[in-house]
């Protein structure tokens, strides 16, 4: 069976324990402090006394009246001591729980002249001391040596008051601990809260939700992470959109263009199978599916064009051009459109300008643009610039046409735009992927593009190709 503990509990329960457990072991380590600290002032205050009997012994006051008076004195302080000959014999003792035999080893300590200190003592004694004992010299030889002891019981007592003030000291703290604990929890789970509300949002569709971000801590950098992530998937989200729409929209459009050619052939074909076209006309009808035929074929060429272009797969063989050959070509091909509109179409270029470019894309490109400037012009003129500045060939195909406006110019390189605007005389090529091709190839020259239109006054193309270097 798997436990499951909130997050909270956790934060909760490590906080406190690690508190908790931080201040036991400080309490510990101050009482064992206070407690040695307690006996040693114990046991120096026994040394001191001890010195001063001792000197007074060394100076001659011997008398069983000094001794007394040092009882006393001492036994005031609740100290007793005793006075050992050079046999560790007792010759002097106040207080019975004085009376004491030492051992050999602490004997033979001070005989070296050491100082020998016991904190704690239980065996020898009827209750519980801390003795010192002192070696006696006299004249640098060894005479005997001298016990103070005192009761242990005051000291433990002082002792034990003070681990009483610890253990509410930690009781305290360990009650301010949980409730800071506690606090700080339950504002860190709220933040990983509002984390786990918004991912839930997002999960069932909503890309709006923004959290609070900071740089204090790893929360407030997770949240502005996590706002970042939502705005490049409601990003992510709005293409997708968009491109579903343009993709429903493009059979939409597609449909439209093959319905009205494919609908005039079998009308063609079903009027000749049943003998419902007479004759005479029955030569136009075939011209007629002859031509909506041809515009299938250039619909599907040119829908297969672009999307050679957008994934990478033309390839461009490009070369120096003398550009006024190549504009030439254009006005040969198109001058009778052109007529058909009562249009002049006008050279302005240099014998010596040269181009770098693909010779069968160029062509195509300026094709296309020109075919829109004659749909758009009636009575008018269509020039061909071209020039050489610096680094670039500047191409300017100009019209006095009918114009744009703005947010037209905006729209004219979207796909199929003929199809969102008008399904009949549309000056944006005959099926509306003309403009989004040319700007595709441009690109592909490494080329710039750009339209200056005024509405009413006609509208200029400006092309750039850089030169070879």
Request: hydrophobic share 40%; aromatic share 8%; charged share 25%.
């Amino acid at each position: 069976m798997k436990i499951k503990m909130k997050y909270f509990y956790q934060q909760l329960w490590s906080h406190v324990s690690v508190i908790v457990i931080a201040i036991l072991i400080l309490s510990l380590l101050f009482s064992h402090f206070i407690e040695n600290l307690i006996y040693q002032d114990k046991t120096d205050e026994l040394t001191a006394y001890g010195k001063n009997i001792l000197a007074d012994l060394e100076q001659g006051y011997e008398s069983e009246s000094v001794l007394q008076e040092y009882g006393h004195v001492l036994a005031g302080r609740n100290i007793q001591y005793s006075l050992f000959d050079p046999s560790s014999a007792i010759i002097y003792s106040t207080g019975r729980g004085a009376r004491i035999k030492l051992e050999t080893e602490e004997w033979q300590k001070i005989q070296d002249g050491y100082t020998v200190v016991v904190k704690q003592d239980y065996k020898r004694f009827n209750e519980g001391v801390t003795f010192v004992l002192l070696p006696y010299f006299r004249h640098g030889q060894f005479v005997g040596g001298i016990l103070l002891a005192s009761p242990i019981k005051g000291s433990r007592d002082i002792i034990s008051q003070i681990n009483q003030y610890l253990f509410y000291t930690v009781l305290v703290a360990a009650a301010v601990a949980l409730l800071l604990s506690w606090i700080l929890s339950a504002f860190h789970v709220r933040r990983i809260k509002r984390l786990q509300e918004a991912t839930s949002l997002i999960a069932n569709g909503d890309y709006s939700v923004r959290i609070p971000s900071s740089d204090f801590d790893e929360i407030g950098e997770l949240s502005k992470d996590f706002n970042q992530m939502v705005e490049k998937l409601e990003g992510s989200m709005e293409e997708i959109d968009r491109l579903e729409n343009r993709r429903r929209q493009f059979m939409a459009d597609v449909s439209h263009e093959l319905r009205t050619p494919l609908t005039t052939i079998r009308g063609v074909i079903d009027g000749i199978r049943n003998q419902m076209i007479p004759e005479s006309e029955k030569e136009r009808g075939m011209l007629m599916a002859s031509q909506e035929t041809k515009r299938l074929i250039r619909l599907v060429n040119e829908n297969l064009d672009y999307e050679k272009i957008r994934s990478n797969q033309i390839k461009l063989h490009k070369e120096n051009l003398l550009l006024a050959e190549v504009m030439e070509v254009i006005r040969d091909q198109l001058e009778i459109q052109a007529e058909e509109k009562h249009n002049e179409i006008v050279l302005e270029v240099d014998q010596d300008t040269m181009i770098y470019a693909d010779y069968d894309r160029l062509t195509q490109i300026l094709i296309n643009i020109t075919k829109n400037s004659i749909q758009f012009t009636e009575n008018g003129t269509i020039t061909l610039r071209g020039k050489m500045e610096e680094q670039v060939t500047i191409i300017e195909i100009e019209d006095n046409g009918m114009g744009m406006d703005p947010r037209e110019i905006e729209r004219i390189w979207q796909r199929f735009y003929k199809a969102m605007v008008s399904r009949t005389n549309n000056p944006y090529g005959e099926f509306g992927l003309g403009l989004s091709i040319v700007k595709q190839l441009v690109q592909l020259h490494n080329g710039q593009i750009d339209v200056k239109s005024e509405k009413g006054k006609g509208t200029t193309f400006i092309l750039k190709f850089p030169i070879e270097k």
